[in-house]
């Protein structure tokens, strides 16, 4: 069985529930993303370098997400961004 089985659309995926974590590779970036007792962490490596120490990360608890205020994401950084409300071409 795959780690990630798709939902809704040709971008849209889950983890499923027998793994823990998966890799993500986008051009030169491997994304981690691992499901804790508490939450979600994400963290960014460059490609073929996935042992050293995270250029970024993020995270967010369950209890977070499960809020009903709106609030904008932030990342690590402290950068705000929108998450799209649809996905289009030019996401890939």
Same mark, same amino acid.
Do not use: M
């Given at each position: 069985m795959p780690a990630l089985k798709? @939902?809704?659309? *040709? %971008? *849209?995926?889950?983890?499923?529930?027998?793994?823990? &974590?998966?890799? $993500? %590779?986008?051009?030169?970036? &491997?994304?981690? $993303?691992?499901? @804790? !007792?508490?939450?979600?962490?994400? !963290?960014?490596?460059?490609?073929?370098?996935? %042992? *050293?120490? &995270?250029?970024?990360?993020t995270w967010a608890t369950f209890a977070e997400a499960s809020e009903d205020r709106k609030r904008p994401w932030r990342s690590s950084a402290g950068r705000a961004c929108t998450k799209r409300a649809s996905s289009s071409s030019e996401d890939n």
């Open positions: 798709q @939902t809704e659309g *040709d %971008t *849209d995926y889950e983890l499923n529930e027998e793994y823990q &974590s998966c890799w $993500i %590779t986008v051009n030169n970036i &491997s994304v981690y $993303i691992c499901k @804790t !007792d508490e939450g979600v962490v994400v !963290d960014l490596f460059p490609l073929h370098r996935e %042992t *050293d120490e &995270s250029i970024a990360g």
